[in-house]
């Protein structure tokens, strides 16, 4: 193994997930040699599986980003849920309500399986001869010169690469070996995602309820199919996990208001919430991407349109800069320009989650009111909604 020749490549990408894979098909139609190392591609898609747990609310700016990369058209022809209004309140009477008729959309954006979204990108990297796929491999080692960075392999390949993207998710290794550290901030809460069978026919509407307790939110899936989010304390949830489908249905219907109607469980998982977010968006010809950047509280479903602008940011940048694609400046410039929207949205999800996790008199008086004129405030309600379905 010692003498094997080194391999060459202009960007090399750690992870084939939904940035990952979008990444590679966007810098391959600039005509850029690709690399893409992933350790375990996802199962393929059969029409009769059933639905997967982990959903993402695929913003129109997301649809726009998997358009350009040619990854829709696959999409659409697996599973997808358009959603077209949007409803959140605490208590009944105080609702703020968006629909995407008042912008003049046909939807909102669309509830999608995070898997499905990737064996799109996936199917549209086949396209390119540029791209070449190491799997299952991962990067073991990494070393870097001013020009180039080198990855080694665990199948014995040396990778020398201009640029490395981190696209290996939150707990990126990629960004261990870089050195680049990551302020973490844990919520005292989990999060559980539970599957469903509904009697109604499919919905177009998502709506989240706050409790004393934490959110609870409906994301309606194609079909009739949705998928509940129940935040709780640790123990609470892990009370709930341990439950079979039957028992975890019995306290759904005691804990969810009463417009879910009448359905089955058919499946459920859960995870702790944390916050995180890179000191650093790059080091040297590291850059990270999505998760391995920046992970946000799963509130608004806004992880993976974060990401994808990460991605559609870079793409921009390289695209921009013509035949000095691999200056070392380029990844600065991509940090001054996501780490503050990143930051924004990180910021603003945790305010909101904030201010509805307590139950002091005089706050929750003032927060429904709130959600009440949100409801009546025109332009200021119409600016909120295209900002986070990144139409801003």
């Known amino acids: 193994m010692g003498n094997q020749v080194m391999e060459q490549c202009d960007i090399a990408i750690v992870g084939a997930g939904m940035v990952g894979a979008a990444t590679a098909c966007l810098l391959a139609a600039q005509g850029l040699s690709v690399r893409v190392i992933e350790t375990q591609l996802p199962a393929p898609y059969a029409p009769e599986q059933p639905l997967d747990l982990r959903v993402s609310a695929i913003s129109q700016a997301s649809v726009a980003l998997l358009e350009l990369a040619g990854a829709w058209q696959h999409l659409r022809q697996m599973?997808?849920?358009?959603?077209?209004?949007?409803?959140?309140?605490?208590?009944?009477?105080?609702?703020?309500?968006?629909?995407?008729?008042?912008?003049g959309l046909p939807q909102l954006g669309y509830i999608?399986?995070?898997?499905?979204?990737?064996?799109?990108?996936?199917?549209?990297?086949?396209?390119?001869?540029?791209?070449?796929?190491?799997?299952?491999?991962?990067?073991?080692?990494?070393?870097?010169?001013?020009?180039?960075?080198?990855?080694?392999?665990?199948?014995?390949?040396?990778?020398?690469?201009r640029w490395v993207l981190a696209c290996d998710g939150a707990e990126s290794h990629t960004r261990k070996l870089a050195g680049i550290g990551v302020s973490r901030f844990e919520y005292r809460q989990h999060c559980m995602l539970i599957n469903i069978d509904t009697d109604f026919a499919q919905q177009d509407i998502t709506w989240q309820q706050f409790t004393p307790s934490g959110p609870r939110a409906f994301l309606p899936l194609p079909g009739q199919h949705g998928s509940l989010v129940w935040y709780d304390s640790p123990t609470r949830i892990q009370a709930l996990a341990a439950m079979s489908n039957e028992g975890l249905a019995a306290e759904v219907r005691r804990h969810f208001p009463s417009r879910l109607g009448s359905f089955t469980v058919t499946g459920k998982g859960s995870f702790p919430l944390v916050r995180r977010h890179a000191n650093d968006y790059h080091a040297g010809r590291i850059v990270l991407l999505g998760d391995a950047a920046h992970t946000i509280n799963p509130l608004a479903g806004q992880g993976v349109n974060l990401g994808f602008k990460d991605v559609a940011c870079w793409a921009e940048l390289l695209q921009g800069a013509g035949d000095d694609w691999?200056?070392?400046?380029?990844?600065?410039?991509?940090?001054?320009?996501?780490?503050?929207?990143?930051?924004?949205?990180?910021?603003?999800m945790d305010l909101f989650y904030g201010v509805f996790s307590n139950e002091i008199g005089p706050l929750k008086l003032a927060r429904n009111l709130a959600l009440n004129l949100a409801d009546k405030a025109g332009p200021l309600k119409e600016m909120a909604l295209r900002y986070a379905l990144g139409l801003l």
């Not at 309140?89 to 968006?98: M, Q």
């Not at 399986?113 to 990297?125: G, S, T």
Request: aromatic share 6%; hydrophobic share 40%; glycine share 4%.
């Open 326 to 348: 691999h200056q070392l400046a380029l990844a600065e410039r991509y940090q001054r320009r996501r780490r503050p929207d990143n930051l924004l949205m990180q910021s603003g």
């Open 112 to 161: 999608i399986e995070n898997r499905l979204v990737q064996l799109a990108l996936l199917k549209r990297m086949e396209d390119f001869p540029t791209i070449q796929t190491h799997t299952p491999a991962a990067v073991t080692s990494l070393r870097q010169s001013a020009d180039e960075a080198v990855l080694m392999l665990d199948d014995g390949t040396e990778l020398a690469a």
């Open 79 to 103: 599973r997808i849920c358009p959603y077209r209004r949007l409803e959140t309140w605490e208590l009944d009477g105080f609702a703020t309500r968006f629909n995407a008729a008042d912008l």
